[in-house]
């Protein structure tokens, strides 16, 4: 099946601080999105991008489509506690209805 | 509520025995997905409907593993003579998309919390 890799798997930072991930995948997708997945809960959608070079951004969130189709970030400025939690990146082929998830990224927010 | 709803939140089996896990998707949602999540890993893609129909299973395991969806609504995912690497979370996810092309096409997908099941 397509495999997105998500880096780092886990990053330990600082409350304040700037995050970065990244996704990337052998295959081209036409739907890129970020869902956040707390503990005992299901992943909950952060960022859609629908558009190579795309920029978007959702309160601290900022996400972009990477233009070769094949990437995607995600960066969350000034991290607060409550951002702690697995970051998952999907692709969705157009015409093909199903997702492709990464492994996660695990954040942990140090007060 | 207004999201994709679960139930049982948990289930816990003997293995050997058939469990049935339902899925109540975001009203209106034309297109309804089922995933697997092992401990550590993300979502992996099990079967979709749109409506009614069942037009990719692909991602079922085994024969064990049936799903329906028989009003276009609630959907069912049933995991018959269950066995030990059954033990996940199951997710159910639903999209307003009808999959036709244009902007309705690959429209997100909203999840629910997920069934734990656990085989004995």
């Known amino acids: 099946g397509q495999q997105l890799n998500q880096s780092p798997q886990s990053m330990f930072i600082q409350e304040g601080e700037d995050v970065s991930m990244n996704c990337t995948s052998s295959s081209i997708f036409n739907t890129w999105l970020w869902y956040k997945q707390d503990p005992g809960e299901g992943p909950v959608l952060l960022i859609a991008l629908y558009k190579a070079g795309e920029l978007t951004s959702n309160g601290r969130l900022t996400a972009q489509f990477g233009i070769t189709r094949k990437d995607s970030f995600l960066n969350i400025s000034a991290s607060i506690p409550s951002d702690v939690g697995i970051y998952f990146c999907a692709g969705l082929y157009y015409g093909n209805n199903r997702l492709a998830f990464g492994k996660g990224n695990q954040v942990v927010v140090i007060p | 509520g207004a999201g994709v709803s679960q139930s049982p939140r948990y289930k816990v089996a003997k293995r050997g025995q058939d469990v049935a896990l339902r899925c109540d998707p975001i009203s209106g949602h034309v297109s309804l997905f089922w995933y697997q999540q092992a401990l550590g890993q993300g979502p992996e893609f099990l079967t979709y409907?749109?409506?009614?129909?069942?037009?990719?299973k692909s991602g079922l395991p085994s024969d064990r593993f049936f799903a329906e969806r028989p009003e276009g609504s609630v959907s069912t995912l049933k995991i018959q003579r269950t066995q030990q690497e059954d033990s996940a979370v199951y997710l159910c996810?639903?999209?307003?998309?009808?999959?036709?092309?244009?902007?309705?096409?690959?429209?997100?997908?909203?999840f629910g919390d997920g069934t734990r099941l656990s085989i004995l």
């Open positions: 996810a639903s999209s307003i998309s009808t999959g036709t092309g244009g902007f309705w096409s690959n429209q997100p997908q909203h």
């Open positions: 409907f749109q409506n009614e129909a069942q037009l990719d």
